[in-house]
């Protein structure tokens, strides 16, 4: 498992929500939430209520109060499970752009990365609408999104992880930490496309594969930052 260093804004986050231990409350539970990702699909998010979602699940708003004090909290717990499921699949996909391309050349390699994890990240979206509609439209407050950038920093530092396996990692700054910079960037590509297009095009794909090389490009040549005297 990685470990994330948790720094002092991390620290100050809420308590999390807390999670059914009983088999029956975590059956009413899975079932809430399935209904609640249908209801997003079918009313969108300004309408939905815990009371609606309990009509809808036949689970008692009691019950569902216990553990998800507003709606807001649902939703963050649904997109949570879904951008761990795909920080998975983005694990999976750069393990498989080094371990099929061993005697690729440094710039190769970072292309065939970025490529990968970015139509990675595309199919995922395009597949699920309701962690596009939760993860590109959110997160709705400040414990979510630093909840987000916990699972962002998990593929980042596999990232940092194997660029250094390769050497390449000099010119990737930490602070800040410009690898999850980055893929906040891609996100926000593709909330363009969901939004316009309800879908991530092949347009938009290559908009971000463009952005990613040119970001990682100006890293490695330290170049358009501004200038020490329009710093000061």
Known sequence: ????????????MTKKVSQPKQERSQKRMDK?????????????????????????????RTSIYQFFPTKYDIF??????????????????????????PNAPIEVYGQLLSESMI???????????TASLLILSGPFTRQAYLEYQIELKKVSHGVRKALEMIK??????QEPDTLTILMELVFTCM??????ESYISEAIIQEAYRMT??????LKNNSFGFSEASAS
Do not use: C, W
């Not at 609640?36 to 009371?51: A, C, D, N, R, V």
């Not at 139509?119 to 609408?129: D, I, L, M, V, W």
């Not at 390449?168 to 700054?173: M, N, Q």
């Not at 909330?191 to 316009?196: D, E, I, P, S």
């Open 191 to 196: 909330k363009h496309g969901y939004y316009n």
């Open 32 to 60: 809430m939430l399935a209904t609640t990702q249908e209801l997003l699909l079918s009313i969108g998010i300004e309408k939905i209520s815990i009371p609606e979602i309990a009509n809808a699940s036949g689970v008692p």
């Open 76 to 101: 963050r717990h649904i997109a949570l499970t879904h951008l761990n499921d795909l920080v998975k699949q983005l694990g999976q996909a750069a393990v498989r752009v080094l371990t099929e391309n």
């Open 168 to 173: 390449v990692d000099e010119y990737v700054p």
């Open 213 to 218: 090389n040119a970001y990682l490009l100006a």
């Open 119 to 129: 139509r990675t990240t595309a199919k995922y979206f395009n597949e699920s609408e």
């Open 1 to 12: 498992m990685i470990k994330i260093t948790s720094t002092s804004v991390l620290k100050k």
